[in-house]
């Protein structure tokens, strides 16, 4: 037998990496972000903030051990030797790490290694460092997967991951997010599950890899990658209220103060699409704000339900535009279309007093003026460029030079509290060369003509 059964079993990191585990040649180099270690670093701090006698589960590790009796971290060693270097740090051991400078060439582990010295030293008292070394080496845990069959971890290692429904980082949030539900009645946990079931899983991740992530970081100033990942899920996980929460800075009261209020509590159930209909959408969007902090629980699932509802009466208007819909197609419009209905969801979630499912771009007083400028916005880049790639996009999307401010068309939505910021911004076609695009071309210049 393969697998060795005694050894199918919850480890604590102290027993881990007491042992004398290699890494394989074939393994990937440390990849880790900054921001995925300091995520590992925040979720184990905070564990210990709250119940420093808990169990903390860390996720698996799987092991192969060799004929000579080695054993080889097949899947885990990110995670592991990110442990490594945080347990060495609360120790104050010194490493070779430590006299390597930073330049461009420098390796991600050393990097990472810096920056868990920096927030060693300034983010946890020299009290405190023992006992929350004690606490990673005792109470963190992951689960051991030990073989003596490579091909059997290999084929372990691709189940866990690429087979069957994988899980994607939506998947992660709903699991966090049911975490953080608490203690509630069980019809509310079903009702939650099955609308987020409901939804199609391709539906969800475009929802959040084309719209959400991106308005999340281009409104920052901050290029997005091209998909959604793991990495990023510290954006979406949000303020716990839970009980025993731990949360308690001035900003996190704020909000929850402001979300949590009479007037915003309509949107606690939004989850509930019955209850979603006889809510007022111009309320939703003010509880449902991009811009504010998420907290976690419920209303993330009804911001998310919310959000789901207006992407798709955004997409379906432009759908309904017959002269417009046709530069949806294809992946020569794929980019700059997306980029589109991402502007116009994040400034329809700012702005918009109407209801999207009832209103008409064509004539609409408050959003035609919007919607064909940022039409112009987005399509301009495809006749400005003759290849628009995805680092285009990213630039395009966070560059300064629309006028006299500072920021791009998304930063300044982000500060802007009026829907009339996107009047002061410099948004005209470029010139555009005689043989470019001819029928998207006479489009958008009759859209700036009608706007003269």
């Known amino acids: 037998m393969a697998i060795a059964v005694e050894d199918l079993k919850p480890v604590t990191v102290g027993e881990l990496l007491s042992q004398d585990l290699r890494i394989p040649l074939y393994q990937r180099p440390y990849r880790w972000r900054l921001e995925t270690a300091q995520s590992l670093l925040d979720d184990i701090w905070g564990a210990w903030r709250q119940d420093r006698n808990s169990q903390y589960a860390l996720g698996s ?10 054993r080889h971290v097949v899947d885990g060693q990110q995670r592991l030797l990110s442990l490594q270097l945080l347990v060495r740090r609360l120790r104050g051991e010194r490493s070779g790490l430590d006299d390597l400078t930073i330049d461009e060439q420098t390796p991600q582990i050393v990097r990472v290694h810096h920056h868990m010295r920096a927030w060693v030293a300034t983010a946890i008292p020299d009290t405190d460092r023992a006992d929350l070394l004690d ?59 099955q609308e987020w079931e409901s939804v199609d899983d391709f539906e969800l991740e475009h929802l959040f890899s084309r719209y959400l992530y991106r308005i999340a970081q281009w409104s ?23 009980p025993g929460s731990s949360n308690s800075t001035p900003a996190q009261k704020y909000h929850l103060a402001v979300q949590r ?34 907290i976690a629980g419920s209303d993330f699932f009804a911001r998310v339900s919310f959000l789901m509802e207006e992407q798709r009466a955004i997409q379906k208007l432009l759908d309904e535009q017959s002269s417009r819909s046709q530069f949806t197609r294809g992946s020569r419009y794929r980019y700059v279309t997306e980029l589109f209905l991402a502007a116009v969801l994040y400034w329809t979630n ?91 071309s006479l489009l958008l210049r009759m859209i700036e003509g009608n706007e003269a």
Do not use: M
């Open 261 to 294: 209020s009479d007037a915003a509590a309509l949107g606690a159930a939004a989850f509930v699409p019955s209850v979603r209909k006889l809510l007022d959408p111009a309320a939703l969007r003010a509880r449902f704000q991009l811009d504010a902090p998420i």
């Open 350 to 440: 700012k702005y918009f007093h109407g209801d999207l499912a009832e209103s008409d771009p064509e004539t609409d007083p408050e959003l035609k003026p919007a919607w064909d400028r940022l039409y112009i916005w987005a399509y301009g880049l495809r006749l400005e460029r003759l290849r628009v790639t995805w680092q285009s996009v990213n630039l395009y999307a966070t560059r300064t030079a629309l006028g006299d401010g500072a920021e791009g068309l998304f930063a300044t939505l982000h500060e802007g509290l009026a829907g009339t910021e996107l009047n002061r911004l410099l948004i005209s076609l470029p010139p555009i060369p005689e043989d470019r695009d001819k029928d998207l």
């Open 61 to 70: 590790v799987i092991l192969y051990t060799s004929p000579t009796g080695e």
């Open 220 to 242: 920052r100033g901050r290029p997005a990658s091209r998909e959604f990942g793991i990495e990023d899920l510290a954006l979406f996980k949000g303020i716990n209220a839970g």
């Open 135 to 193: 606490f990673v080496q005792t109470n963190c845990a992951l689960v051991q997967v030990v073989t003596n069959d490579e091909d059997e971890a290999f084929r372990f290692f691709d189940s866990q991951n690429y087979r069957g429904k994988p899980l994607k980082p939506h998947d992660l949030l709903k699991a966090h997010h049911l975490r953080a539900l608490g203690e509630v009645r069980p019809v509310v946990r079903t009702t939650i599950v």
